[in-house]
């Protein structure tokens, strides 16, 4: 059965990822992928699988995902990453949703997989409020952060019980290579909009110590282990970084 919603997706060299979550979504009305011109096979192989697929420059992950809602038909929205997939119960739920909405939008549970291993207490506890994921899109919009963007709504949300499942990070080298590149945006945004950025190595530790022990990571084992301390080193890169991006903007601002 169709449902009528259309699915964002915003991609750049997804050819592992894209072909898993578009058929987990093959019951929505409308697929919309907005490619940054990827150099795999993305776009063709989202094209194969039926979506309206648009190459557009990369301007922040908002403003993507902003387009890509503006180029969508139908009046619900649901925005997926290209490395998640939506599962059978929560296909379910926003059929009975979006046909009989309560609210303007819906959060969403979506799980940390770590190597193939659901991280059950850290990463996302199910005790946790969820993303906005489903919306309406005449009342909703993502902001402009350069990371972890979030939907702004105008009207109640609500809060669907079944899962996106998000497999973010398959290998331990693909973790690597988003630990730094998170870390940069985020240094960047907090350079940006934090009146104070606190001691790298306080921030290090405290995460590190809140998510071992206050969410009980440490009950998951090693995978989780290695996946937290993943996440402790990158706040202390990027707390590092945005105190040198503030002492260059500071001495710019100082010369003019």
């Known amino acids: 059965m169709t449902i009528p919603v259309s699915v964002v997706v915003i991609t750049k060299n997804e050819d592992r990822n894209i072909e898993r979550c578009l058929r987990s979504v093959g019951w929505a009305a409308e697929t919309v992928v907005v490619d940054a011109h990827s150099g795999d096979l993305t776009r063709e192989m989202a094209v194969a699988l039926g979506a309206h697929v648009v190459e557009r420059d990369w301007p922040g992950y908002g403003p993507q995902k902003n387009f890509g809602v503006g180029l969508t038909t139908n009046a619900w929205v649901l925005n997926v990453d290209a490395d998640e997939q939506v599962t059978p119960e929560l296909a379910a739920e926003i059929g009975q949703a979006v046909r009989n909405p309560q609210h303007k939008a819906y959060r969403v549970f979506i799980p940390t997989y770590f190597m193939g291993r659901p ?138």
């Open 119 to 256: 991280l059950k207490h850290y990463g996302r506890a199910p005790r946790d409020p969820g993303h906005i994921r489903l919306f309406q899109k005449d009342f909703a919009r993502f902001d402009n952060r350069l990371v972890h963007e979030v939907v702004d709504v105008d009207g109640s949300v609500g809060w669907l019980k079944g899962p996106i499942l998000h497999y973010s990070y398959p290998t331990v080298g693909t973790y690597w290579r988003k630990i730094h590149y998170y870390a940069d945006l985020e240094a960047h945004e907090r350079a940006a909009r934090w009146p104070k950025l606190g001691n790298r190595w306080v921030r290090c530790f405290g995460k590190l110590g809140w998510m071992l022990g206050v969410r009980r990571g440490i009950l998951d084992g090693p995978s989780a282990w290695l996946w937290i301390a993943g996440q402790a080193y990158q706040d202390w890169l990027a707390t590092g970084e945005a105190a040198r991006i503030r002492r260059t903007m500071e001495a710019t601002r100082a010369r003019a």
